[in-house]
C-alpha cells in the first residue's frame, strides 16, 4: 500500500522530538494566565497579560521579559491543581507536534507552595499525560541565580529530603550578569554528590565563553543551556565539540533577535550555524514555548528554512536529543531505534525536500 505523501510542515510537526529545554511557565497559555488572576483576584488586564507573550507585541507595543514573566506566573499559582494544569496543557501542546519526550526546569525557591506539594502536582500530571498521550515527561529543578547561593543550597536540600524519580537534576537559570555559575558552587557539588545530573544557563545574553568554560571545567555540568558565545573561542569551541558536550540551543533567544533586527543577518549569522559546522553537540529547544510564541515544530523549521539546515541535519538533531537527555541508556536505545525509524518512514514520503540556496546550506553531522 502507497503512502499519503507529507509536506515539509506535516513532517517537522510529525517526527519525534525531545525538548530538552523547557521552562515550565513558559509553556502556560494566555488564558491560563488570565484565568489564573481571575481565581485569586489579581488585577491583570488582557492587554497586561498579552504584555508577557511575544505573539501579542504588535499589539501591546511591547514584550517583557520572559524572566518578567516567570516571576510574576509564580504568584498567580497557589494551589497544586494550578501546577496540574499547567502540566497538562504543556503535555498536550507538545503531544500536538510531535513531542514525546521534555525535561522541564521550575523553580523551586519561586514558588508560593513549598517544593514537595508542586513536586507531588507535577508528578501526578506527569503520570496522566503519559497514560492519555504517551507523552515522557521529566523534571529538572532549576536554581534562581538572582537569588542567594544559600537558597540554591536550599533547593538542593529540599530535593534530597523528598527524593522522586522524575526529578532527574538540577540547573540554573533567570539573569546571568552578575551571577556566574561558580557562584553556585556548593548546590552543584551537593546535587552531584547525591547522584543528580547537572545542567546550567551560561553565556546566555551575549556573555563572554568563560562561562561555559566555568560550567564545563569547575561545575562539571552533563550539559550547557545557550552557550553560543563559545564560538568566540575556537580552542575551546573545538575541545568541546571533541567531548561531544551538549549544548541545548534556542532559535528564538530574544538577545539574538536584538542583535540582529534584519531577518536576513539574524539568519547568517546567528552563532547557532557556527557552532554546527564546528561540530558541538547542538540540540535545538524552545525554552519559553508560549512565551517566544514559538512550538518545537517550529524550532525545526527554523533550523532548516532559516539557518539551512538539511534534513539529514535533524535527523542528527534528534539523535543528539536522545543521547543529550537523562533517561536511562536502555531506553535511550530503545528511542534511538524507534524514533530513527519513524524519521526515515516519514522522509520517505516527503512531497519534496526543502530547496537551500547553497550559500546557505548547512549538512550537519557528527
Ligand atoms: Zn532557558
Not at 523551586?108 to 498521550?133: C, F, G, K, Q, R
Not at 514555548?289 to 535533524?314: K, P, Q
Request: glycine share 4%; hydrophobic share 40%.
Amino acid at each position: 500500500m502507497k503512502s499519503t505523501p507529507i509536506t515539509l510542515t506535516e513532517f517537522y510537526h510529525r517526527f519525534p522530538k525531545a525538548d530538552l529545554h523547557y521552562h515550565l511557565l513558559g509553556g502556560v497559555r494566555l488564558e491560563t494566565m488570565l484565568s489564573f488572576a481571575d481565581k485569586y483576584q489579581i488585577a491583570l488586564s488582557e492587554l497586561e497579560a498579552k504584555a508577557y507573550y511575544r505573539a501579542h507585541q504588535k499589539e501591546t507595543g511591547i514584550v517583557k521579559g520572559g524572566i518578567e514573566a516567570l516571576t510574576f506566573l509564580y504568584q498567580l499559582m497557589q494551589e497544586p491543581s494550578d501546577y496540574a494544569r499547567v502540566m497538562r496543557e504543556v503535555a498536550e501542546d507538545a503531544h500536538a507536534c510531535g513531542v514525546k519526550y521534555i525535561e522541564t526546569f521550575w523553580n523551586p525557591s519561586d514558588t508560593v507552595l513549598s517544593y514537595a506539594d508542586v513536586n507531588t502536582a507535577l508528578a501526578d500530571a506527569i503520570d496522566n499525560a503519559y497514560n492519555e498521550l504517551g507523552i515522557v515527561i521529566r523534571l529538572i529543578p532549576s536554581i534562581n541565580r538572582e537569588k542567594s547561593p544559600e537558597d540554591a543550597v536550599a533547593m538542593v536540600n529540599e530535593m534530597i529530603d523528598s527524593p522522586h524519580p522524575y526529578v532527574l537534576g538540577i540547573g540554573i537559570d533567570y539573569k546571568e550578569h552578575d551571577a556566574p555559575v561558580e557562584k553556585f558552587w556548593k548546590a552543584y557539588r551537593l546535587a552531584k554528590l547525591h547522584g543528580y545530573k547537572l545542567t546550567a544557563h551560561c553565556s546566555e545574553f551575549g556573555l563572554h565563553w568563560r562561562n561555559v568554560e566555568t560550567g564545563i571545567e569547575l561545575i562539571d555540568v552533563d550539559r550547557i543551556d545557550h552557550g553560543y558565545t563559545i564560538i568566540d573561542n575556537p580552542a575551546l569551541t573545538q575541545k568541546y565539540a571533541q567531548r561531544g558536550i551538549p549544548f541545548t540551543v534556542i532559535p528564538s533567544n530574544t538577545y539574538y533577535f536584538k542583535q540582529w533586527p534584519s531577518h536576513q543577518d539574524w539568519c547568517q549569522h546567528h552563532p547557532i550555524r557556527a557552532m554546527a559546522k564546528a561540530g558541538i553537540n547542538i540540540i535545538p529547544c524552545t525554552d519559553d514555548w508560549h512565551i517566544h510564541n514559538t512550538t518545537s515544530a517550529n524550532c525545526y523549521r527554523v533550523m532548516v528554512e532559516d539557518f539551512g539546515f538539511d534534513i539529514g541535519s535533524l535527523k542528527q538533531m534528534m539523535i543528539n536529543s536522545i543521547e543529550a537527555s537523562w533517561m536511562p541508556d536502555e531506553t535511550k536505545q530503545q528511542w534511538l531505534a524507534e524514533w530513527s525509524h519513524e524519521f526515515d518512514a516519514l522522509r520517505a514520503n516527503l512531497l519534496a525536500e526543502p530547496t537551500i540556496a547553497p550559500d546557505m546550506k548547512v549538512c550537519y553531522r557528527r
